[in-house]
């Protein structure tokens, strides 16, 4: 039966880029002390961008965790005191010059280990008002491609936040 832990002692073992890292102490529902190991980081947003023709707008950038250039919608942290519709388009505008209709399609969890927050959207009828402003360590290219193309590079698990992606899908009735 699932049951909460309690937290009985935690260690920050450092910081980096907007993330902590955490070793925590944790008893569990059987009286057993177990270490794990957390991250404390900003929640973060990413946009499905649609352009008024239906071409998805899509940014390319090298990953080195898994050593890639890699598909990604555009997207962030949340900055403090911003709200994720914010983050949404403020990341769409920067990352790539487009500017839209925002609408929320869902949230998730970043993963097990970590307190992040991920918020999907959807921006619809994009249009290019404005170069990129990207920040020192990002180099974007931005893509258009069809639907049916971003469909298959989130069902080949070609880019990240492809949970996000498969929600602003659906938002749009287009999973099928």
Same mark, same amino acid.
């Given at each position: ?44 947003? /990413?946009?499905?961008? +649609?352009? %008024?023709?239906?071409? =998805? ?10 050593? *890639? !250039? ?59 008002? /404005?170069?990129?402003? +990207?920040? %020192?360590?990002?180099? =974007? ?10 469909? *298959? !590079? ?23």
């Amino acid at each position: 039966m699932a049951e909460r832990w309690v937290e009985k002692n935690r260690t920050t073992l450092g910081e980096v880029m907007g993330r902590t890292l955490d070793q925590v102490t944790f008893l569990l529902p059987d009286g057993t002390e177990k270490d794990k190991y957390l991250l404390r980081e900003p929640s973060a947003a /990413a946009v499905l961008a +649609l352009t %008024p023709d239906m071409q =998805v707008i899509i940014a390319t950038q090298y990953r080195p965790g898994p050593d *890639e !250039i890699l598909y990604e919608m555009p997207g962030g942290f949340i900055e403090p005191g911003e709200d994720p519709a914010g983050a949404a388009a403020r990341e769409l505008l920067e990352e790539t010059g487009y500017k839209g209709t925002i609408e929320f399609a869902g949230s998730c969890w970043d993963d097990a280990r970590s307190n992040a927050r991920r918020f999907g959207f959807v921006a619809r009828d994009c249009v290019l008002v /404005a170069d990129q402003n +990207l920040d %020192p360590m990002e180099f =974007v290219t931005v893509e258009l491609v069809s639907i049916e193309r971003f469909k *298959e !590079i989130v069902r080949k698990g070609l880019m990240t936040d492809v949970e996000l992606a498969y929600r602003g899908l659906d938002h749009l009735g287009l999973l099928g």
